[in-house]
């Protein structure tokens, strides 16, 4: 295989030796850093801009020094308790972020972070950073039936436990959870019954996507206290936003995990995080966070307290640039013209409708699957949609990352859905059961003081309004992906709404075409085709 022809610099044996546990070569330009704590990789490549030496031969001189003598030999030294350069590392880090401000070397280190047992409310906190990674506990594949300690699985707030709402808070979520966990077997039965396994499908394919089915039809009986497992992967920078985020929030189980999150990540990338416990910073700017949130709620809430919100459809495309298909034609010519923005959009102006679609299309190319993406082009407009959807299916959407997305106070006060599942069971008195006591307890707790707390207590099949505020090629993943046969109906039917109106509405018909993987088929059992491929690959190997 071909390297680049730079000069690679050169190291002694000895030098080659101790770079072996670190480096996965001594001799090409391209390598990973192994078996150094976060720290370290990050201070080395910091120490790229401000040094001629190479990575390796930085290693060797300044960061070498402080390894431990049983690892001089050559053996590989553990990532969680090797100390190679740490020591100088957080010296480099303290420098540069107090004397040149530099916060991007923050980004040059990262930690995968479980937070294990955390509400749903406390989820939407944690995954509102851009630049981090997350995986969460899915109620679709994963059933809320275990009772560990003889209590279900729901956060009990601890703004409640000197109030007299607390036990009436445990009755209201006990019965909820005791009514989802009755109907799972009645609801699989139900399924059973409307979809006989198909000859071609096996047992384990057939329960599967069955189980699947009742998951998703019930999953609006759990409260938003329903705990979950999250995994995190951020930089030393995108945690520091997290945690001061966390920090000033109102509700206690944020701040406390916020707590708990610093403690753990101290351990791996202590550096990183060394302004946030500083009064004169990080302390300061929990402060800006929490007395900005409450002073703007204090002035605004008088001006929206007294009205009522306006009937709207689910999904409402409430801004978008009429010339955007337009611009965007206009910014796929710039790559390959000499000609000024300006200039390209007046050329574009005059070309015909047809003329347009055809440099769009060319532009797309022929995308063989929905991750075929176009260039940047596409960004050149945007979508802003309002939305008022179930809060399953919002907390799908959320965790959409590169778009701008805010969400309004989860309430039981914009009504519920109900899969039309529930009434063809015989589940509709429990299921509004569940949601009547819902809507009780949220109130209580609002007239007595607790409103921080109050959407602990709605189930999620109570609407939440949100928006979401995205460019073509965004809009291009969220619906192509959220709208494929195997997603939940709920957030399902939110994309194809939203890819009609792009269509219909802006009259972007070129960029709704572009979209070629949307999917507006009506699918009855969701994961039948996601389990079939599955068991395929399966066999295979």
């Not at 044996?13 to 670190?22: G, K, V």
């Not at 019965?175 to 699989?188: G, K, S, V």
């Not at 009742?214 to 705990?227: F, H, I, K």
Request: proline residues 5%; charged residues 25%; hydrophobic residues 40%.
């Amino acid at each position: 295989m071909a390297f680049p022809t730079a000069a690679v610099e050169t190291f002694t044996p000895e030098e080659t030796r101790a770079l072996a546990p670190y480096f996965t070569n001594p001799d090409r330009p391209v390598f990973a850093l192994t078996n150094l704590p976060e720290t370290v990789k990050g201070a080395l490549f910091a120490r790229y801009s401000r040094s001629a030496k190479s990575v390796r031969r930085l290693f060797l001189d300044e960061f070498l020094g402080d390894i431990a003598p049983s690892t001089r030999s050559g053996q590989a030294a553990s990532p969680h308790t090797s100390t190679v350069g740490t020591a100088r590392a957080d010296k480099l880090y303290a420098r540069v972020l107090s004397e040149y401000g530099d916060d991007s070397v923050a980004q040059l280190g990262g930690a995968h972070i479980a937070c294990e047992g955390v509400s749903n409310v406390l989820t939407k906190v944690l995954e509102w950073g851009r630049l981090m990674a997350y995986l969460e506990q899915s109620t679709r594949y994963v059933p809320y039936t275990d009772r560990p300690n003889g209590r279900w699985k729901y956060h009990i707030p601890a703004e409640l436990d000197r109030s007299p709402l607390r036990e009436t808070f445990i009755r209201t979520l006990d019965h909820a959870f005791d009514t989802y966990a009755r109907w799972i077997p009645a609801m699989e039965s139900h399924f059973r019954a409307k979809y006989p396994r198909s000859p071609e499908d096996s047992e384990g394919v057939y329960k599967s996507v069955i189980r699947a089915k009742a998951l998703d039809t019930l999953r609006g009986l759990l409260p938003a206290a329903t705990t979950s497992n999250v995994g995190l992967f951020g930089t030393g920078q995108a945690f520091e936003a997290l945690l001061l985020r966390m920090f000033a929030h109102p509700l206690q189980e944020v701040r406390d995990c916020a707590q708990q999150i610093l403690t753990e990540v101290r351990q791996v990338i202590p550096a990183f995080l060394a302004r946030i416990d500083q009064p004169d910073r990080g302390g300061r700017w929990i402060e800006y966070l929490a007395a900005t949130r409450r002073d703007f709620a204090h002035i605004a809430q008088p001006l929206v307290e007294d009205l009522s919100p306006d009937a709207r459809d689910e999904v409402t495309l409430t801004d978008f640039d009429p010339d955007g298909e337009l611009k965007v034609v206009a910014a796929a010519l710039y790559s390959v013209s000499a000609l000024p923005d300006d200039q390209l959009l007046d050329a574009a102006r005059t070309l015909s409708a047809d003329d347009r679609a055809a440099l769009l299309r060319a532009y797309v190319g022929h995308r063989a699957n929905r991750r075929h993406k176009p260039g940047r082009a596409f960004e050149r407009t945007r979508y802003r949609f309002d939305i008022l959807a179930d809060y399953g299916a919002f907390r799908d959407l959320q965790r959409h990352r590169l778009l701008t997305l805010e969400w309004q106070p989860l309430s039981t006060r914009h009504g519920y859905t109900e899969p039309a599942a529930i009434e063809d069971a015989g589940a509709l008195d429990d299921w509004r059961a569940v949601m009547d006591r819902s809507a009780e307890l949220y109130e209580q707790l609002q007239a007595h003081g607790l409103g921080d707390i109050a959407p602990y207590a709605v189930v999620m099949a109570y609407r939440v309004r949100f928006y979401m505020d995205m460019n073509a090629r965004e809009a291009m993943h969220v619906i192509e992906l959220r709208t494929a046969p195997q997603g939940h109906p709920a957030y399902r039917r939110v994309c194809q709404l939203m890819h009609r109106a792009i269509a219909d509405v802006a009259g972007h018909r070129a960029i709704a075409a572009a979209m070629q993987f949307a999917d507006h088929s009506e699918v009855e059992l969701e994961r039948l085709h996601s389990e079939r491929q599955l068991e395929k690959k399966r066999l295979s190997r």
